[in-house]
């Protein structure tokens, strides 16, 4: 299969993960970085042999001999960026959160045309387990799906050594906080594992910012939040209830289950040795414990996965694992969830 000349927009710290799956992979050929950062793009061109660097995105994305572009941007940049490269005819990967807002997404969507495009989003379904869980899913072993739960905790730690990026907690730069940095990718996860079926209606939501006494361990003009729950109503009934938070003033905690009317699943999203179990509703018995995959997670993945899912899309003429399509839905969900806490009501997905 004929390798796919891939350019790399933004060599920081996710931009360098995606040059060394490039460089690895059979099926992409890492051909151009641009990074208005000197420092950044010329060191990243030595370690992987790429003799073409450009200071601006622009004019790495008017290069004609480039067949796809990958866009390592904070957020706030990547929709005239991704309409730029569908109009000179390239392929399109996206990092997450894939834009904003949904009517970002929508405007990558209608410039899009034939050409491909992805969202990293998708990174965590490239795990085997949640392949395995996907198809386990499938098979209808369920039954009717009623409910879906995540809930993930991360506990306030001491008083950071640095500061984290002030991309992360700033609305004007990544469109929001914990949402749309973790969220998205635990919306994807799910909506993912039951390969797009759910048709999410309507949200309840609150988020709140980092506690007080937490504020100095974070960029000064922070304003996004740190903690979210939402409650999604989906067509047909089944819910979604979803939790996440940082800087979380409780224990870390991290909980992933889908239950439906024959038996529920017991996921792991990420990190160390994994499971699937299924419990198996049993008339006689009660319930019923087997053991559908177990292993070491292979982290790795979540790199690999989207980038070579991409070259593979472009050259199989396929959709990715996450199309804009799909990332449009995330992004609704999570427009949603913003919508309804500020409100204080429920609020209909997409309703702009």
């Not at 460089?23 to 010329?42: C, G, I, P, T, Y």
């Not at 996860?189 to 390969?195: D, I, K, P």
């Not at 179990?277 to 070491?296: H, K, M, P, Q, Y």
């Amino acid at each position: 299969m004929e390798t796919v000349r891939t350019g790399i927009i933004g060599c920081g710290v996710i931009g360098k993960h995606h040059a060394a799956t490039a460089d690895s992979s059979d099926l992409v050929e890492l051909a151009a970085l641009a990074d208005v950062r000197e420092e950044a793009v010329q060191p990243l061109a030595e370690k992987h042999n790429v003799a073409t660097t450009y200071s601006t995105a622009e004019d790495l994305i008017d290069d004609e001999s480039i067949e796809a572009i990958v866009i390592a941007m904070p957020a706030h940049l990547r929709t005239a960026l991704a309409i730029r490269a569908f109009e000179t005819g390239k392929h399109v990967l996206t990092e997450k959160p894939v834009a904003m807002n949904a009517a970002e997404v929508q405007q990558m969507i209608d410039a899009q045309g034939d050409l491909v495009a992805a969202c990293c989003s998708s990174r965590f379904r490239f795990l085997p387990s949640a392949q395995t869980a996907t198809e386990f899913i499938a098979s209808g072993e369920l039954g009717a799906i009623r409910t879906v739960h995540c809930r993930n905790f991360s506990p306030a730690r001491g008083k950071p050594d640095s500061m984290p990026p002030e991309w992360r907690l700033k609305k004007s730069l990544n469109g929001g906080g914990i949402l749309m940095n973790w969220g998205c990718y635990e919306i994807d996860y799910l909506l993912g594992l039951t390969s797009w079926a759910l048709k999410p209606q309507t949200v309840f939501a609150q988020t709140w910012q980092i506690p007080e006494r937490f504020r100095p361990h974070v960029p000064p003009g922070s304003d996004a939040e740190t903690h979210y729950t939402a409650l999604v109503r989906c067509e047909g009934g089944t819910m979604i209830s979803m939790e996440r938070g940082e800087y979380m003033s409780a224990h870390g905690r991290s909980l992933w289950q889908i239950i439906g009317e024959n038996g529920s699943l017991e996921l792991q999203m990420r990190g160390g040795d994994a499971s699937l179990v299924f419990c198996r509703a049993d008339g006689a018995s009660g319930i019923v414990e087997e053991l559908v995959w177990e292993g070491a997670a292979d982290m790795s993945a979540i790199h690999t996965g989207p980038l070579h899912d991409l070259a593979a899309a472009i050259r199989g003429n396929r959709e990715p694992k996450t199309s804009l399509k799909n990332a449009l839905v995330v992004q609704q969900i999570s427009d949603a969830i913003y919508a309804s806490a500020e409100r204080g009501t429920t609020v209909e997905i997409g309703e702009g």
